[in-house]
């Protein structure tokens, strides 16, 4: 009797089977964080200049937009004087070490710039607003900067429109990783600023080196704001001022110079100025007063219609000896007298858990051994209302109005006030966009936008994308937007004015930004004025 | 016949990487006009969703990690993933995602994933 025929196992599987298999493991592999490689925005081939398409921008029904000024170089604000003239900053200063001239240019018809203050090599001048003249009294009828300090201490500075400078404050703690950020002027006629911090997550690192500052300030660190206590956690890193030996490395502690170890319940003397923080001084100068901290980047602030005050904190980055995965770029609500959380913590949650853990490293280890404790401000201003710190161990921090996307680098900030425009008290948000691999590995370019966010809900949508894809104009070889830095509303509410950084790569190696690629962008609705 | 087998296999394979990795994923407002939000539960699946789960997977799209528009999974998988977590994706606890809030996310997704 003949055998039966064997049949190779791999024929007896049915094709329904193996194909699906095959859908399974595509889908597994498209969806997996591990396998598939990142593909971060600034991730183009860099090219001179840039195209320029509205119609490569897609709004909601009914709103418009068009380029209003181009060929700016590194482009941070904007503002408008008594007149309703449009002035713009340009930066003097770009991530990457790109060094330029920090200006504030008056803008006129069909590109024209006249030049109305020029600062030297202490940039980037981040923000500018204008106090109207008509309002009287001294220091009215003049613009007010923040120059962030990235060679010697960030300023507040004042300039006349006879284009004379003057310093209201020096040497604030900018010699790191973030500036001085956002001037506002509040209700209570107060000039309010935010002072970013020096590092990632607390420890200085070789991520700083890389950044370019720690070669420079060797010593620069956090500075709290209030004394705080120390878990005495240290982090090994590696040491690049002796790059020659390669197994040298060097064990660093939180709110210390690199190299510096610290021990449990340590005690880091708080100060003013200080890191992550948000002050305020009176338009005539003086010793900053401080207003909240805990923050991280506190880049965009602004006072809502009601006079509510909201600050745009830039999140954790996946980066340096403390790397946070996975911390969203954070809409808080600002009380006099709170911290907010950081090094510890992301909106109201902790980051000791597998939510902010790196896939395949560590879970981020507790900073501070307990919260700073509450204090009260020495004059509250009564339209901003302080807020009872909680305890550390009972109680997180306070929880953000929204979290916006992980690395999108929620950069700018203002309100809509005007029924022509639309969407009336809703916060605007500008997406500068991630610097992926720097900050982080994404699976696809995040930010490049401008968002609305609706407070009362803690909803963002989009408001302002590039039709064909993810990403930045010249990644999608479109002529849409690129990195949006800033926003802010005309005096009269019925136009938004976008400014847009222009084209930056970024690399292993660093951010590359190109010059004079900036524009400013205006959009508006139609039948709204 | 195996070679026709192995062409049907190919495509399948294909087919699925461009569908599940390539489709387009982008729901917003500007391209697609404003979601319906009248349903109680897809209001409030968007809040929540904002809060948990937007930060990595802005407006249902890619960013941190992958877009969720563009996976055809049941509602019952998208659940599970988020309660239990997958790869990269951190796991959702009850006490951090109750049951309902978990039901009305799902119910915003599959309203986005209609949406336009």
Same mark, same amino acid.
């Given at each position: 009797?003949p055998?039966?025929?064997?049949?190779s196992?791999?024929?007896?599987v049915?094709?329904?089977l193996?194909?699906a298999?095959?859908?399974l493991?595509s889908?597994l592999?498209?969806s997996?964080?591990?396998?598939?490689?990142?593909q971060?925005?600034?991730?183009i081939?860099?090219e001179?200049?840039?195209?320029?398409?509205?119609?490569?921008?897609?709004?909601?029904a009914g709103?418009r937009?068009?380029?209003?000024?181009?060929?700016?170089?590194?482009p941070?604000?904007?503002?408008?004087?008594?007149?309703?003239?449009?002035?713009a900053?340009?930066g003097?200063?770009?991530y990457g070490?790109?060094w330029g001239?920090?200006?504030?240019?008056k803008?006129?018809?069909n590109?024209?710039?006249v030049?109305i203050?020029?600062?030297?090599?202490?940039?980037p001048?981040?923000?500018?607003?204008?106090?109207?003249?008509k309002?009287?009294?001294?220091?009215?009828g003049?613009?007010?900067l923040?120059?962030g300090g990235?060679?010697?201490g960030?300023?507040v500075l004042?300039?006349?429109m006879?284009?004379?400078?003057?310093?209201?404050?020096?040497?604030?703690?900018s010699?790191?990783?973030?500036h001085t950020?956002?001037p506002?002027?509040?209700?209570d006629?107060m000039?309010y600023?935010?002072?970013?911090t020096?590092?990632?997550s607390?420890v200085?690192?070789?991520?700083?080196y890389?950044?370019?500052?720690?070669?420079r300030?060797?010593?620069?660190h956090?500075?709290?704001?209030q004394?705080?206590?120390?878990s005495?956690?240290?982090?090994?890193?590696?040491?690049?001022?002796?790059?020659?030996k390669?197994?040298?490395?060097?064990?660093t502690?939180a709110?210390?110079?690199?190299?510096s170890t610290?021990?449990p319940?340590?005690?880091?003397?708080?100060e003013v100025?200080c890191?992550g923080?948000i002050m305020?001084?009176?338009?005539?100068g003086?010793k900053?007063?401080?207003v909240?901290?805990?923050l991280?980047?506190?880049?965009?602030?602004?006072?809502?219609?009601?006079?509510?005050?909201?600050?745009l904190?830039n999140?954790?980055?996946?980066?340096?000896?403390r790397?946070?995965?996975?911390a969203?770029e954070l809409l808080?609500e600002?009380h006099?007298?709170t911290?907010?959380?950081?090094?510890d913590f992301s909106g109201?949650?902790?980051?000791?858990?597998?939510e902010f853990t790196?896939p395949h490293g560590?879970?981020p280890?507790r900073?501070?051994?307990?919260a700073?404790?509450p204090?009260l401000?020495?004059?509250?201003?009564a339209?901003?209302?302080p807020?009872?710190?909680?305890?550390?161990q009972?109680?997180p921090?306070?929880?953000p109005?929204a979290v916006?996307p992980?690395?999108s680098?929620?950069?700018?900030l203002?309100f809509?006030?005007?029924?022509?425009?639309?969407y009336e008290?809703q916060?605007?948000?500008?997406?500068?966009?991630?610097m992926a691999?720097g900050?982080?590995?994404?699976l696809?370019?995040?930010?490049?936008?401008i968002?609305?966010?609706?407070?009362a809900?803690?909803?963002a949508e989009?408001f302002?994308i590039?039709r064909?894809?993810?990403?930045?104009a010249?990644?999608?070889k479109a002529?849409?937007l690129?990195?949006?830095?800033?926003?802010?509303?005309?005096?009269?509410?019925?136009s938004?004015?976008v400014v847009?950084?222009?084209?930056m790569?970024?690399?292993?190696?660093?951010p590359?930004?190109?010059?004079q690629t900036?524009?400013?962008?205006?959009i508006w609705k139609?039948?709204?004025? | 016949?195996?070679?026709r087998?192995r062409i !049907?296999?190919l495509?399948c394979a294909?087919g699925s990487?461009?569908?599940? %990795?390539? &489709?387009?994923g982008?729901? *917003?407002?500007?391209l697609?006009?404003?979601?319906?939000?009248?349903?109680p539960k897809?209001?409030?699946?968007? !809040?929540?969703?904002m809060?948990?789960c937007d930060?990595?997977?802005?407006? %249902?799209d &890619?960013g941190?990690g992958? *877009?969720?528009n563009?996976?055809?999974l049941?509602?019952?998988l998208l659940?599970?993933?988020?309660?239990?977590?997958m790869?990269a994706?951190?796991?959702f606890d009850?006490?951090e995602?109750?049951?309902?809030?978990?039901?009305?996310?799902?119910a915003?997704?599959?309203?986005?994933?209609?949406?336009?």
């Amino acid at each position: 009797m003949p055998e039966s025929p064997v049949r190779s196992p791999s024929t007896r599987v049915p094709p329904v089977l193996l194909a699906a298999t095959l859908a399974l493991a595509s889908f597994l592999f498209t969806s997996c964080y591990i396998l598939r490689p990142g593909q971060g925005g600034g991730k183009i081939k860099s090219e001179a200049g840039r195209k320029l398409d509205p119609g490569d921008i897609a709004l909601p029904a009914g709103y418009r937009i068009e380029a209003i000024a181009t060929g700016l170089t590194f482009p941070t604000a904007v503002t408008f004087d008594d007149t309703g003239a449009l002035y713009a900053v340009e930066g003097g200063y770009a991530y990457g070490e790109e060094w330029g001239v920090p200006r504030l240019l008056k803008v006129m018809k069909n590109n024209v710039f006249v030049p109305i203050a020029v600062g030297d090599s202490n940039g980037p001048w981040t923000g500018v607003t204008y106090v109207a003249a008509k309002e009287g009294g001294a220091g009215k009828g003049s613009f007010y900067l923040t120059e962030g300090g990235q060679l010697r201490g960030g300023r507040v500075l004042r300039i006349g429109m006879d284009g004379n400078i003057q310093a209201l404050v020096e040497n604030l703690p900018s010699l790191g990783d973030h500036h001085t950020n956002a001037p506002v002027i509040g209700p209570d006629g107060m000039l309010y600023f935010g002072q970013g911090t020096a590092t990632n997550s607390g420890v200085v690192g070789t991520d700083d080196y890389k950044f370019g500052w720690l070669a420079r300030h060797r010593t620069f660190h956090d500075t709290p704001c209030q004394d705080i206590t120390l878990s005495g956690v240290n982090y090994l890193s590696k040491n690049p001022f002796t790059s020659g030996k390669k197994k040298d490395t060097v064990e660093t502690g939180a709110f210390s110079p690199f190299g510096s170890t610290t021990i449990p319940g340590q005690v880091v003397k708080g100060e003013v100025p200080c890191n992550g923080s948000i002050m305020r001084i009176s338009l005539q100068g003086g010793k900053p007063e401080l207003v909240a901290w805990g923050l991280r980047n506190p880049f965009a602030l602004a006072f809502a219609p009601d006079g509510r005050f909201f600050a745009l904190d830039n999140g954790y980055d996946q980066r340096g000896s403390r790397p946070i995965w996975g911390a969203g770029e954070l809409l808080w609500e600002i009380h006099q007298g709170t911290w907010y959380g950081w090094p510890d913590f992301s909106g109201s949650k902790s980051l000791a858990v597998s939510e902010f853990t790196p896939p395949h490293g560590d879970t981020p280890e507790r900073l501070l051994e307990k919260a700073p404790v509450p204090w009260l401000p020495t004059h509250a201003s009564a339209d901003i209302v302080p807020h009872p710190v909680p305890s550390y161990q009972d109680d997180p921090p306070p929880a953000p109005m929204a979290v916006l996307p992980v690395h999108s680098s929620a950069d700018g900030l203002d309100f809509s006030r005007a029924p022509e425009f639309g969407y009336e008290n809703q916060a605007f948000v500008a997406e500068f966009g991630d610097m992926a691999p720097g900050v982080g590995k994404v699976l696809e370019p995040v930010g490049f936008k401008i968002s609305r966010v609706d407070l009362a809900r803690g909803v963002a949508e989009d408001f302002a994308i590039n039709r064909k894809g993810l990403g930045p104009a010249s990644k999608l070889k479109a002529g849409g937007l690129e990195r949006p830095v800033s926003l802010r509303f005309s005096p009269d509410g019925k136009s938004l004015y976008v400014v847009d950084f222009g084209v930056m790569a970024v690399s292993k190696h660093g951010p590359k930004a190109q010059k004079q690629t900036g524009v400013i962008w205006r959009i508006w609705k139609e039948n709204g004025q | 016949m195996k070679t026709r087998v192995r062409i !049907v296999l190919l495509s399948c394979a294909l087919g699925s990487w461009f569908f599940f %990795g390539c &489709a387009a994923g982008r729901r *917003s407002e500007p391209l697609r006009g404003s979601l319906d939000v009248s349903n109680p539960k897809v209001a409030h699946g968007q !809040v929540v969703f904002m809060n948990q789960c937007d930060k990595c997977h802005p407006g %249902g799209d &890619a960013g941190l990690g992958p *877009s969720l528009n563009n996976k055809p999974l049941p509602g019952f998988l998208l659940g599970f993933q988020a309660r239990h977590g997958m790869g990269a994706m951190p796991a959702f606890d009850k006490e951090e995602l109750p049951q309902t809030d978990l039901d009305d996310v799902v119910a915003y997704l599959k309203a986005l994933r209609r949406n336009g």
